[in-house]
């Protein structure tokens, strides 16, 4: 029981980023438009996968999830050249919000941007949570 309560302990911080990041690249659509919103939304898009490898793996390190969002990020963009996700988007809104549509150079950078930034945060917290008193790392 209390392996189960040490996995959830772990697990709801990871959940709630992630609502939040969903929450964020929202509002950055519905406040902003044009390439601050595209890419401030290809960060955060890396951002949330950030956050769902920690939801999975909560022991993860920041830099070994950083480049797991990296690559899948970079992944889903390069698949974006094949053509297949803006053909599969256009019949699947859903489709179309996770793989994207059309291939664009500079998205890779971005999501360096988003996996750098979501690493540094993570990387803080969990400094932070280590000198808290009476909690053990």
């Not at 996995?7 to 044009?34: E, F, I």
């Not at 951002?47 to 939801?55: K, M, N, P, Q, R």
């Not at 917290?125 to 808290?132: C, S």
Request: proline share 5%; glycine share 8%; charged share 15%.
């Amino acid at each position: 029981m209390d392996d189960l309560r040490r996995g959830l302990a772990r697990r709801v911080p990871a959940a709630a980023a992630a609502a939040l990041t969903v929450a964020a690249g929202l509002g950055v659509r519905a406040a902003l438009d044009g390439d601050i919103a595209k890419y401030a939304g290809d960060a955060l898009y890396t951002v949330l996968v950030y956050v769902l490898v920690v939801l999975v793996a909560p022991s993860v390190r920041p830099v070994r999830a950083a480049a797991l969002a990296a690559a899948v990020s970079w992944a889903v963009e390069l698949f974006q050249a094949t053509g297949l996700p803006d053909a599969w988007g256009r019949r699947s809104a859903l489709v179309h919000l996770v793989l994207g549509s059309t291939f664009n150079p500079p998205d890779l950078v971005w999501y360096l941007v988003g996996a750098a930034g979501a690493a540094l945060l993570h990387r803080v917290l969990r400094a932070g949570r280590a000198t808290a008193p009476g909690v053990r790392s």
